[in-house]
């Protein structure tokens, strides 16, 4: 439905502007050709000749505008049905990261802006240049450099109330970790708009995890209504991720890490070691959590792990891969890391 509106929108905003029918041939410019290209014709006959060929003219130019209005909504719906697919994929990947940033306890690590800018940042990106195109009628590349001067053109031809949900999104963006309340004023507010209450009743469980629960919920779902508020703005709907999805989640990537790490032609102990942290984090029911394949990120990750014997192996591990230890000690570990994760990240006995 969404799709629709979106290509809709953009298809009527470029018919306006081409006019259509027989008022876009004018006659006079008719008899001044007819004259210019046959002067021995009497001019009452170029009279006759331009009322003949006047709805001829206007029905090839009707032809023609129609194919180009076609062609521009056409590849407009391909544009929006790339975004939108690219834009619902990265939410569940944003949601899923920021509740394991959470569940690892991580999220004030180097991992948080980590996060923005490998999963918002392109969708972000790809949502300012989709409304530039509906307001425009014309495509254009985004980029961190360019992202404000695009917003600043959108508000002046919209409005700034038009373009306050991308704005806002690429506020919290640009300030990430060292200035996450911003990003908690703006969501706040967006969703006091959408008349959203921000608490939901409780059951009977003690003060201390009750705000431990409010203090989680906060910090998850702050950056998440902000991307999702940008997205339904620009006519794209994200799923919400529920419990039933996570655990999904949790089967697929478990599924995935293990298919990579069974390959034999895989031989590098950094991409080993951060496969074998992903099933892990999996088995420890933390799904999504982004982190690069760096020592400094995998010694982080490591020293999250739930079961202190496989915290303590994982830290291990990294400590054996970064010191370059004994080729023969450090070839063992690496093998017996890899078996564990093939084994599906079964947790050692503390």
């Given at each position: 439905?969404?799709?629709?509106g ?9 018919g306006?502007?081409?006019?259509g029918?027989?008022?876009?041939v004018?006659?006079?410019v008719?008899?001044e ?7 021995e014709?009497?001019a009452?006959?170029h009279?006759?000749?331009c ?9 090839q130019v ?5 194919a180009?209005?076609?062609?521009l909504?056409s590849k407009?719906k391909?544009v929006f ?5 690219f834009?619902q ?19 004030d690590s ?9 999963v ?22 985004v ?7 695009c917003?600043?053109k959108l ?7 038009q ?7 690429a506020?919290?963006l640009?300030k ?5 309340e ?7 507010e ?7 209450k921000?608490?939901?009743?409780k059951g009977k469980?003690?003060d201390?995890?009750?705000d431990?629960?409010?203090?989680e919920t906060t910090?998850?779902?702050?950056v998440?209504d902000?991307y999702h508020?940008?997205a339904?703005?620009?006519h794209?709907?994200?799923?919400k ?5 996570e655990k ?5 990537q478990?599924v ?10 895989l031989s590098?102990d950094?991409?080993?070691?951060q ?8 088995g420890d029911?933390v799904p999504g959590?982004?982190f ?11 020293q ?6 496989l915290?303590?192996?994982a ?7 970064e010191k370059?230890?004994?080729a ?7 093998a ?6 093939l084994?599906g990240?079964?947790k050692?006995a503390?």
């Open positions: 439905g969404g799709g629709g979106g290509g809709g929108g953009g298809g009527g905003g470029g306006g502007g081409w006019g029918g027989a008022e876009a004018d006659g006079q008719v008899r050709v007819l004259a210019e290209r046959f002067p014709v009497p009452e006959v009279d006759e000749l009322d003949l060929l006047q709805p001829l003219l206007a029905a009707a032809e023609a505008e129609s180009l209005r076609s062609s909504q407009h391909v049905e790339q975004t939108e697919k834009v994929e990265r939410y569940e990947q944003l949601a899923l990261g920021l509740r394991a940033l959470e569940g690892t306890k991580l999220a180097p991992l948080y802006p980590y996060l923005m800018r490998e918002v940042t392109e969708p972000l990106h790809r949502l300012i240049a989709l409304r530039w195109q509906e307001v425009n009628g014309a495509s254009t590349e980029t961190a450099a360019t992202r404000r001067q917003l600043d508000a002046a031809k919209q409005g700034a109330a373009v306050e949900a991308l704005a806002k999104l506020a919290a640009a990430g970790k060292d200035d996450k911003s990003g908690k004023e703006a969501a706040k967006t969703k006091d708009e959408k008349g959203k921000g608490k939901k009743a469980r003690g201390d995890s009750d431990e629960e409010a203090k910090t998850t779902t702050d998440v902000l508020a940008a339904s703005d620009c794209i709907f994200c799923r991720v529920d419990k039933k999805r999904a989640a949790i089967q697929e478990r995935v890490a293990r298919e990579k790490l069974k390959d034999e032609a590098d950094l991409q080993i070691c496969l074998g942290l992903r099933i892990a984090l999996l029911a959590l982004a690069p394949m760096e020592m400094w990120a995998l010694k982080l990750v490591a999250s792990l739930g079961s202190e014997a915290r303590d192996e830290v291990a591990l990294c400590n054996s891969i370059g230890a004994d023969v000690a450090l070839e063992a570990a690496v017996a890391w890899r078996s564990r994760g084994g990240g079964e050692p503390d």
